[in-house]
């Protein structure tokens, strides 16, 4: 498969969990990759391995909550590839706490790399992708893909400032379509609750403060959602494979939820 056949690809918080599953998906369909995590080790290894098959890789240690490290990120992407086609911000982080317990310290946390992080990414990937010719007549000059939540579609207990900074995320998408239609198309991704270390992360916290067994809250989610299992990882790397690809050409500012039912609105 090659539908992303020679496309240059930003992939943040690719060392790990739905970052490295698209990494994988874009790799398998002829992507060129930057590959950016704040863990350098991971994103390294990542990189060695897809390298080895034949994958064309830049691996960049980043901290996406830094601005000035966002436009490094897409200056030394350009310099290495000429272009950029797509980028996936997907860097995000979570801490569960209580409303009346959460401190500034989480906000901003959470913020700092969800919201503000994930805007300044936008921000400095859009004005690359402005500047630059289509693959092809009449497409777009690129193609941003942005990681929501449903948690950012409607609020819940113990994730208010979660919540907030994905909800953020879904109008920094609508905005960025509308201001930079019909060169550069932005959508977004609202993926349920995903088997990987961050929902691990999130029932262990979750659990303590209900007083409940660890594996409780993650089991109590799956029981949940209508298609029947746990969200995987590639479930969430076929969307973003999809929003990359030539048959989206058409599609900006919709956020699409991928969770297996979970929430229909």
């Not at 659990?207 to 409940?212: L, N, S, T």
């Not at 029947?228 to 900006?252: N, Y």
């Amino acid at each position: 498969m090659t539908r992303l056949n020679n496309v240059v690809a930003i992939i943040t918080g690719a060392g790990r969990g739905i970052g490295e599953a698209i990494a994988r998906r874009y790799a398998s369909e002829g992507a060129r990759l930057v590959l950016a995590d704040i863990n350098q080790d991971a994103v390294t290894s990542l990189a060695s391995e897809l390298s080895e098959h034949g994958v064309d890789v830049l691996p960049l240690s980043i901290d996406i909550s830094d601005p000035e490290a966002s436009s490094r990120m897409i200056d030394e992407s350009t310099e290495y590839y000429g272009r950029i086609d797509v980028m996936v911000n997907n860097a995000g982080v979570i801490r569960v706490k209580p409303f009346l317990e959460t401190t500034t310290q989480d906000w901003d946390y959470m913020q700092s790399v969800n919201a503000r992080g994930l805007f300044f990414s936008v921000q400095a990937c859009a004005r690359q992708m402005l500047s630059q010719v289509p693959l092809a007549d009449g497409r777009p000059t690129g193609k941003i893909i942005n990681m929501s939540s449903i948690a950012g579609r409607s609020g819940r207990g113990l994730i208010c400032a979660y919540s907030a900074s994905k909800a953020a995320v879904i109008m920094i998408t609508q905005s960025g379509a509308s201001e930079f239609s019909p060169k550069v198309t932005v959508n977004s991704i609202c993926p349920g609750p995903v088997d990987t270390e961050m929902w691990v992360k999130i029932d262990a916290e979750w659990a303590a403060i209900e007083g409940k067994p660890t594996g409780s809250v993650w089991s109590e989610r799956v029981k949940g959602v209508p298609m029947g299992r746990a969200q995987k990882p590639e479930d969430v790397a076929s969307m973003a494979c999809f929003l990359a690809s030539k048959d989206s050409d058409f599609i900006t500012g919709q956020s699409y939820h991928v969770d297996g039912g979970l929430l229909m609105l």
